[in-house]
Nanobody, 127 residues
Framework: QVQLVESGGGLVQPGGSLKLSCAAS????????MGWYRQAPGKQRELVAT???????NTDDSVKGRFFIFRDNYRNTVYLEMNSLKPETTAVYYC?????????????????????WGQGTQVTVSS
């Protein structure tokens, strides 16, 4: 099992900044991609940014240059730094992590794919 704990959401004025964090814990063998998605009221969940284990990042055009994704591979943590926030970026932000679980059994150690989501953290941009 892999648990994701998100933090850093809140209320901020337009033009302000927030930094979200998401820490993964559990029987993690390796992590491939860590990312952030968001879901605004009445809309579908959409990609914000992802970061691979190889260091490649992908950021949605709507936030490029304002939002930055970082990984701390030692702590299995991913961050989303959000700057110049706009009211339209109000949403619940979800962390997503995938990789390999480590499973220990009588026959030894094996691995299984996992794809986990955080519980979501609310970001509200309003004056």
């Amino acid at each position: 099992q892999v648990q994701l704990v998100e933090s850093g959401g809140g209320l901020v004025q337009p033009g302000g900044s927030l930094k979200l964090s998401c820490a993964a814990s559990g029987s993690i063998g390796s992590i491939n991609t860590m990312g952030w998605y968001r879901q605004a009221p009445g809309k579908q969940r959409e990609l914000v940014a992802t970061a691979t284990s190889g260091g490649n990042t992908n950021t949605d055009d709507s936030v490029k240059g304002r939002f930055f994704i970082f990984r701390d591979n030692y702590r299995n943590t991913v961050y989303l730094e959000m700057n110049s926030l706009k009211p339209e970026t109000t949403a619940v932000y979800y962390c997503s992590v995938n990789g390999l679980l480590t499973i220990s059994g009588r026959s030894g150690v094996s691995f299984r794919d996992f794809d986990s989501w955080g519980q979501g953290t609310q970001v509200t941009v309003s004056s």
